[in-house]
């Protein structure tokens, strides 16, 4: 296997600290990476005067993969993350939510995966102002119903789970749960169902472990997976990869945080587990389990940051794992 | 005060059941009330071949207020509750959580409301097959946000929080924000913040007791509402009310539960508490609070539905809770 090109883009606030104990725990693997930094987010904006300049973009073409930390985004600037998603054509936002040892949750047998379809929906970016108010497209094209309904059912062991609104939106749901079925017909092994979106944030609370897969359109997926992720100790454990064709890009669920930046207190959970989607995905398959069973026994033994109820920094977590990786290879 | 009109629509399936609960509670009360019977949902379709006749319209139109039990609705046919909504511009739908004595909550101190915008968004009936597959249009208006607001404000103690997602859509998202802080300037003594959705949906399950009033677009509020139920007990407990300048509709969250229609065991809680916020609607404040005191003392000495782990039937719960009105009043 070549050398796989990796660039990481640490963004804005907190997305900074948590990629630096991300990378900092990945430099003590035998990994035939290359890492190549880019630039994005509002301290790329005040520097080069634009929140994805040209050629962070074209580095992030040709990479094998993207680390995202995080960034901020202010009214009016064009969104770094939406952008990236949709000219790398990441089609699918895949989003893990599952209970970890030491962490409250509401359940500890929840294991499921929320396919969120990450290009278009009510992210196709048209609106206009009207007389009255404003006015907002949602696109749902049969391509884009397709392509994600057959990632679902490729990554589900059980059964998938459709989720849209067509009780009241009767062509563009209804479109994803028709296509949804002619998907599911290819894959007879695996269970399908179908629920509104309404009742689904009822079911996340109230039987979360009955799913496996998730499958649902832009905006649902944006609304769950953050609900999902409260169901399992916060955004602060919460990782996702964007998947394409030929790219793919990996980020922590949470946002830059400016309230506590700088303070190296930020927990690097969700970036480092978003490393671990990266390394599956690159064919680092036994490193991405070291590093997650490493993260693991430090979060069973409490060696966590001060959002999960212990006194350790960053970059203290990150040595924890560190030794933890030493001591199980 | 002279005698107030009330449309009762059954429908379908338990709505029927829950409702002759609700009536028959009401029964025992003394109100100077009316009651008249209209039709609507899916027997009402078989048998008169439309799910709203325009008898039934017109009733609700010439009424004080509409007790809704739930429909069952069927693709392709159009929704009763939809068209009550939007006939009668019941523009504020208002969604209460609150934990009930005896019910188990992911907290004891949630008491919250959430305050739907409810005739416009995606639910505005616009779509249309496209090349590639479909597009709706998501309508967001200033007037509909102005006085979704202001009914906000208006029944708010401490804060308001707007729910949106101003980030992607700015324009329709925007709108509302904007409008949001407008009309909030003229309640100086009511606190005004606003959150993303998707974060929403994660503090209505790490920080729930955060919040006073939320008030949000259509959809958003379809879901979050759903969310919020289950924080409190679930949709056997979640009681709404549709209001307009004219008109009022009051309605379980829940809907006819044809798994469960016919066995004469659906809790009757919601369709109870529905039936509150219409006596203190009318102006029988006093009926009101005695219903939902007696309604809460038959909760914590759990004589309640199976659903709830109790062993009543619908209408036995209802009995007991006639019985605590007799002991209260
Ligand atoms: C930052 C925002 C544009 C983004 C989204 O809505 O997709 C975020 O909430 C997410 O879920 O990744
Ligand atoms: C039945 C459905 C059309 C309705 C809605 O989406 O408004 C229901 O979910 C509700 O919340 O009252």
Chains 1, 2 share one sequence.
């Not at 296997?1 to 900092?24: F, P, Q, R, T």
């Not at 472990?209 to 953050?226: E, P, W």
């Not at 997650?292 to 430090?298: G, R």
């Amino acid at each position: 296997m070549g050398k796989k090109k990796v660039v990481v883009i640490k963004g804005d606030g907190i997305g900074k600290e948590v990629m630096d104990a991300a990378l900092s725990v990945l430099s003590i693997l035998d990994l035939n990476i290359k890492f190549i930094e880019a630039y994005a987010g509002y301290e790329c904006f005040k520097k080069y005067g634009d929140t994805l300049p040209d050629e962070s973009l074209k580095k992030a073409k040709k990479s094998d993969a993207i680390l995202f930390g995080a960034v901020t985004t202010v009214p009016g600037q064009k969104s770094a993350i939406i952008t990236l998603r949709k000219e790398l054509d990441l089609f699918a936002n895949v989003r893990p939510v599952k209970c970890y040892p030491g962490i409250e949750c509401i359940r500890k047998d929840i294991d499921l995966t929320i396919v969120r379809e990450n290009t278009e929906c009510l992210y196709s970016g048209i609106e206009r102002y009207t007389d009255e108010g404003a006015e907002a497209v949602r696109v749902i094209t049969r391509k884009a119903c397709e392509r994600i309904c057959e990632f679902a059912f490729k990554i589900a062991n059980e059964k998938v789970t459709a989720v849209h609104k067509a009780n009241v939106l009767k062509k563009t749901d209804g479109l994803f749960r028709e296509v949804f079925y002619e998907v599911a017909e290819g894959y007879p092994e695996i269970e399908a169902e179908d629920v509104y979106v309404d009742a689904m944030a009822l079911y996340l609370i109230t039987k979360p472990q009955d799913f496996d897969v998730l499958v649902t359109t832009n905006l649902y997926g944006d609304i769950l997976s953050d609900e999902a992720a409260g169901l399992v100790g916060g955004l602060g454990l919460a990782p996702s990869a964007n998947i394409g064709e030929k790219n793919s890009l990996f980020e922590p669920v949470h946002g830059s945080a400016p309230d506590i930046a700088g303070k190296g207190i930020a927990n690097p959970t969700a970036m480092i587990l978003s490393s671990v989607m990266m390394l599956r995905h690159l064919g680092f398959e036994r490193e991405g389990d070291l590093v997650e069973n490493a993260l693991i026994e430090v979060l069973r033994e409490g060696k966590v940051t001060p959002d999960l109820g212990g006194n350790l920094k960053t970059m203290e977590m990150a040595e924890e794992i560190k030794k933890k990786i030493m001591e199980l290879s």
